[in-house]
Protein backbone atom coordinates (compact mmCIF):
# COMPACT_ATOMS: atom_id res chain seq x y z
CA UNK A 1 0.00 0.00 0.00
CA UNK A 2 0.87 3.73 -1.10
CA UNK A 3 2.71 5.22 2.65
CA UNK A 4 0.41 8.32 1.63
CA UNK A 5 -2.33 5.82 1.58
CA UNK A 6 -1.62 4.27 5.05
CA UNK A 7 -0.72 8.27 6.97
CA UNK A 8 -4.08 9.31 5.56
CA UNK A 9 -5.67 6.21 6.82
CA UNK A 10 -4.46 7.13 10.84
CA UNK A 11 -7.16 9.75 10.85
CA UNK A 12 -9.56 8.94 7.92
CA UNK A 13 -10.91 5.39 6.43
CA UNK A 14 -13.43 3.80 4.49
CA UNK A 15 -15.76 4.14 7.80
CA UNK A 16 -15.61 7.76 7.20
CA UNK A 17 -16.14 8.30 3.88
CA UNK A 18 -19.21 5.78 4.38
CA UNK A 19 -19.96 7.98 7.82
CA UNK A 20 -19.65 11.55 5.88
CA UNK A 21 -21.65 11.01 3.04
CA UNK A 22 -24.59 9.33 4.16
CA UNK A 23 -24.82 12.04 6.94
CA UNK A 24 -24.13 14.42 3.64
CA UNK A 25 -27.43 13.99 2.95
CA UNK A 26 -28.64 15.37 5.51
CA UNK A 27 -26.99 18.41 6.81
CA UNK A 28 -26.08 21.47 5.10
CA UNK A 29 -22.25 22.45 4.17
CA UNK A 30 -20.64 25.56 4.27
CA UNK A 31 -17.23 26.58 2.63
CA UNK A 32 -14.12 27.68 4.26
CA UNK A 33 -11.58 29.65 1.86
CA UNK A 34 -7.68 28.50 2.67
CA UNK A 35 -6.50 30.32 5.71
CA UNK A 36 -9.51 30.28 7.57
CA UNK A 37 -9.18 29.55 11.50
CA UNK A 38 -12.50 27.46 13.44
CA UNK A 39 -11.49 27.46 17.22
CA UNK A 40 -12.49 24.60 18.71
CA UNK A 41 -13.00 24.20 22.62
CA UNK A 42 -13.77 21.73 25.27
CA UNK A 43 -15.99 24.19 27.35
CA UNK A 44 -18.20 24.16 23.95
CA UNK A 45 -18.06 20.55 23.98
CA UNK A 46 -21.23 19.84 21.82
CA UNK A 47 -20.24 20.45 18.20
CA UNK A 48 -19.27 18.06 15.40
CA UNK A 49 -17.63 18.80 12.23
CA UNK A 50 -18.07 17.12 9.37
CA UNK A 51 -15.87 17.70 6.92
CA UNK A 52 -16.67 16.39 3.21
CA UNK A 53 -13.76 18.29 1.30
CA UNK A 54 -10.36 19.96 1.50
CA UNK A 55 -7.37 19.17 3.91
CA UNK A 56 -7.24 20.90 7.19
CA UNK A 57 -4.30 21.36 10.03
CA UNK A 58 -5.07 21.03 14.01
CA UNK A 59 -3.14 22.87 16.10
CA UNK A 60 -3.04 22.76 19.51
CA UNK A 61 -3.55 25.82 22.17
CA UNK A 62 -1.79 27.65 23.66
CA UNK A 63 1.70 26.15 22.44
CA UNK A 64 0.00 25.69 18.91
CA UNK A 65 1.71 22.67 18.37
CA UNK A 66 1.04 21.13 15.01
CA UNK A 67 -1.14 17.70 15.84
CA UNK A 68 -1.59 16.30 12.32
CA UNK A 69 -3.17 17.70 8.89
CA UNK A 70 -6.11 15.38 7.97
CA UNK A 71 -7.85 14.96 4.62
CA UNK A 72 -11.50 14.88 3.81
CA UNK A 73 -13.67 13.11 4.04
CA UNK A 74 -12.82 13.65 8.12
CA UNK A 75 -15.44 13.97 11.60
CA UNK A 76 -13.90 15.90 14.12
CA UNK A 77 -15.28 17.02 17.74
CA UNK A 78 -15.86 12.94 18.20
CA UNK A 79 -14.27 13.41 21.50
CA UNK A 80 -13.62 16.38 22.62
CA UNK A 81 -11.82 16.57 26.44
CA UNK A 82 -13.83 18.17 29.38
CA UNK A 83 -12.63 18.67 32.80
CA UNK A 84 -13.85 21.03 35.45
CA UNK A 85 -10.74 22.39 35.81
CA UNK A 86 -9.92 25.14 33.70
CA UNK A 87 -6.72 24.41 33.27
CA UNK A 88 -7.20 21.55 31.40
CA UNK A 89 -9.71 22.02 29.11
CA UNK A 90 -8.61 20.87 25.54
CA UNK A 91 -8.24 23.99 23.36
CA UNK A 92 -7.48 23.77 19.59
CA UNK A 93 -7.54 26.03 16.46
CA UNK A 94 -8.29 24.34 12.84
CA UNK A 95 -6.57 25.85 10.10
CA UNK A 96 -7.55 25.30 6.55
CA UNK A 97 -5.11 24.56 4.51
CA UNK A 98 -7.44 23.70 0.95
CA UNK A 99 -11.17 25.40 1.01
CA UNK A 100 -13.16 22.98 2.85
CA UNK A 101 -16.81 22.15 2.86
CA UNK A 102 -17.68 21.48 6.38
CA UNK A 103 -21.17 21.03 8.68
CA UNK A 104 -21.31 21.60 11.89
CA UNK A 105 -24.12 19.68 13.67
CA UNK A 106 -25.16 19.89 17.51
CA UNK A 107 -23.70 16.72 19.36
CA UNK A 108 -27.51 15.02 20.19
CA UNK A 109 -28.54 16.08 16.50
CA UNK A 110 -25.35 13.93 15.07
CA UNK A 111 -26.65 10.73 17.60
CA UNK A 112 -29.82 10.92 16.57
CA UNK A 113 -28.56 10.42 12.96
CA UNK A 114 -26.35 7.81 13.48
CA UNK A 115 -29.48 6.00 15.03
CA UNK A 116 -31.98 7.33 12.14
CA UNK A 117 -29.26 6.02 9.14
CA UNK A 118 -28.10 3.14 11.50
CA UNK A 119 -24.71 3.82 11.39
CA UNK A 120 -23.37 3.35 14.81
CA UNK A 121 -21.31 0.21 14.35
CA UNK A 122 -19.29 2.62 11.28
CA UNK A 123 -18.91 5.19 13.99
CA UNK A 124 -17.36 2.77 16.58
CA UNK A 125 -14.86 1.72 14.31
CA UNK A 126 -13.93 5.16 13.51
CA UNK A 127 -13.50 5.60 17.23
CA UNK A 128 -11.67 2.43 17.88
CA UNK A 129 -9.20 3.58 14.99
CA UNK A 130 -8.33 6.89 16.66
CA UNK A 131 -7.96 5.13 19.96
CA UNK A 132 -5.30 2.42 18.39
CA UNK A 133 -3.56 5.63 16.92
CA UNK A 134 -2.99 7.22 20.48
CA UNK A 135 -0.04 5.57 21.41
CA UNK A 136 1.66 5.84 18.08
CA UNK A 137 0.54 9.57 19.18
CA UNK A 138 2.32 9.92 22.41
CA UNK A 139 5.76 7.38 21.36
CA UNK A 140 6.33 10.32 18.34
CA UNK A 141 6.18 13.56 21.09
CA UNK A 142 8.25 11.26 23.42
CA UNK A 143 11.02 10.27 21.25
CA UNK A 144 14.11 10.18 23.78
CA UNK A 145 16.83 12.06 21.33
CA UNK A 146 16.45 15.20 18.66
CA UNK A 147 17.62 12.85 16.07
CA UNK A 148 14.96 10.52 16.92
CA UNK A 149 12.14 12.84 16.31
CA UNK A 150 13.19 14.01 12.97
CA UNK A 151 13.66 10.56 11.88
CA UNK A 152 10.08 9.75 13.02
CA UNK A 153 8.98 13.33 10.88
CA UNK A 154 10.58 12.97 7.52
CA UNK A 155 8.54 10.00 6.58
CA UNK A 156 5.46 11.39 8.18
CA UNK A 157 5.68 14.60 6.31
CA UNK A 158 6.63 12.72 2.37
CA UNK A 159 3.11 11.09 3.54
CA UNK A 160 1.52 14.20 3.36
CA UNK A 161 -0.61 15.24 0.51
CA UNK A 162 1.22 17.14 -2.29
CA UNK A 163 -0.09 20.42 -1.01
CA UNK A 164 0.88 20.78 2.23
CA UNK A 165 4.42 19.13 1.27
CA UNK A 166 4.24 21.60 -1.15
CA UNK A 167 3.64 24.71 0.86
CA UNK A 168 5.70 23.85 4.04
CA UNK A 169 9.71 23.58 4.11
CA UNK A 170 10.58 20.26 5.85
CA UNK A 171 12.23 22.58 8.50
CA UNK A 172 9.01 24.66 9.82
CA UNK A 173 6.83 21.01 9.46
CA UNK A 174 9.33 19.86 12.18
CA UNK A 175 9.46 22.23 14.04
CA UNK A 176 5.49 22.82 14.32
CA UNK A 177 5.25 19.43 15.37
CA UNK A 178 7.78 19.63 18.18
CA UNK A 179 9.08 23.07 18.77
CA UNK A 180 12.62 22.34 18.60
CA UNK A 181 15.27 24.77 17.92
CA UNK A 182 15.50 25.88 13.96
CA UNK A 183 19.43 25.90 14.29
CA UNK A 184 18.99 22.05 15.50
CA UNK A 185 16.60 20.64 13.18
CA UNK A 186 18.99 22.38 9.97
CA UNK A 187 21.94 20.41 11.27
CA UNK A 188 20.64 17.16 11.26
CA UNK A 189 18.83 17.97 8.11
CA UNK A 190 22.01 19.10 6.84
CA UNK A 191 23.92 15.75 7.82
CA UNK A 192 21.35 13.53 6.73
CA UNK A 193 21.64 15.60 3.14
CA UNK A 194 25.22 15.28 2.84
CA UNK A 195 24.45 11.33 4.15
CA UNK A 196 21.69 11.12 0.89
CA UNK A 197 19.31 9.44 2.78
CA UNK A 198 17.13 13.14 2.38
CA UNK A 199 16.75 15.14 -0.85
CA UNK A 200 15.58 19.15 -0.65
CA UNK A 201 14.71 21.53 -2.78
CA UNK A 202 14.63 25.10 -1.35
CA UNK A 203 13.77 23.40 1.87
CA UNK A 204 11.06 21.49 0.31
CA UNK A 205 11.29 17.78 1.15
CA UNK A 206 11.59 15.60 -1.85
CA UNK A 207 12.98 12.24 -1.06
CA UNK A 208 13.79 10.20 1.89
CA UNK A 209 15.46 7.15 1.91
CA UNK A 210 15.22 4.62 4.56
CA UNK A 211 16.55 6.12 8.13
CA UNK A 212 19.21 4.62 9.82
CA UNK A 213 18.20 4.21 13.85
CA UNK A 214 20.89 5.94 15.15
CA UNK A 215 22.64 8.52 13.68
Not at 3 to 15: E, I
Not at 96 to 110: D, G, N, T, W, Y
Amino acid sequence: MDSRKQNLTTFNSAYAAELVEKIGTKVNFKAFPRGKRIFLSATQPNKIYVIRSGIIAIHRQPDDILMGYLEAPTIRGMANAYHSNLRFQSEYIIKVVESVELAVIEREAFYTLLHELQLWDVYAKILEMNISILGDHIFKHLSPTVYDVVRIRLPELMSEPDSVRNSVTVEEYIRSKTRLSRSRIMQILSELRVAGYIKTEKGYLVWVKELPKAF
